[in-house]
């Protein structure tokens, strides 16, 4: 009976900060008040060898690989914080012209301006980067699925191993201080080719795998890794 009970008690202190993650999130609005990217020199130069490979876009201004990335990005985000965390996510446009909006067509604004111009429960910011190592010392309470170590691999040239960091802060309807910060890392698991256009598979195509050979499939599963550690926060 005794041991019953302890495991009870284990299962309860396990379980209570998953439900009061999800309890805060699900079924709230949230909304996305800005999305900034930094790729690595080495990294962006491989991906620009490929440029013609990218749909071309309107604003002159804009970077079409960039573009790209943070259309695939928003996009795998949204599908899996809705789905695993139960959050709804407004629009890029929910502000409508009451901010300003970046050369992507996404909102570039600070907290406090959206909290007087929006209307949801919670805000959010995503950085993401993407380069030949995590771009962030892992806070302590930092939870990976498996071993996110910096490589120790010599690269020759034309080969890299890209990690991919994405990194969301969200802030209350009222108020500047960010109520959470979450983390996703992916690291490709073998050196690239910078000559093989496999790499871009999923980004500029549909053929998705998930065996981190493409910048595809390591933005999936740093999304994947966000809201993993999103979960056992």
């Known amino acids: 009976m005794k041991k019953i009970l302890f495991l009870s008690i284990i299962l309860m202190i396990t379980v209570m900060p998953l439900k009061a993650l999800q309890n805060k999130y699900r079924n709230k609005e949230i909304s996305l008040i800005s999305f900034n990217i930094i790729i690595h020199t080495d990294t962006k130069k491989c991906l ?24 695939q990005t928003w996009g795998s985000i949204v599908d899996v914080l809705q ?50 190592e995590p771009a962030i010392q892992y806070p302590v309470n930092y939870k ?21 960091t994405i990194t969301l802060t969200t802030y209350p309807d009222n108020g500047l201080v960010p109520l959470d910060k979450f983390i996703g890392v992916a690291e490709s698991t073998k050196v690239w080719s910078t000559s ?13 795998t998930t065996d981190l050979s493409n910048f595809m499939s390591l933005i999936n599963e740093a999304v994947n890794d966000l809201s993993i550690n999103m979960l056992i926060e």
């Open 48 to 71: 620009d060898s490929f440029e013609s490979y990218f749909p071309a876009i309107k604003n002159s201004n804009a970077d079409k690989i960039i573009a790209k990335i943070k259309e």
């Open 144 to 164: 990976a699925k498996k071993d996110t170590t910096n490589q120790s691999v010599k690269l020759k040239s034309g080969e890299i191993m890209p990690v991919v």
């Open 83 to 132: 789905r695993e965390i139960g959050m709804i996510i407004l629009p890029v446009n929910t502000f409508g012209d009451k901010v300003s909006y970046d050369a992507y067509g996404f909102p570039d604004a600070n907290v406090s301006k959206a909290q007087r111009k929006g209307y949801s429960k919670y805000y959010m910011k995503i950085e993401m980067q993407i380069g030949p």
């Open 196 to 208: 093989n256009e496999s790499i871009l598979d999923g980004l500029i195509n549909t053929n998705v």
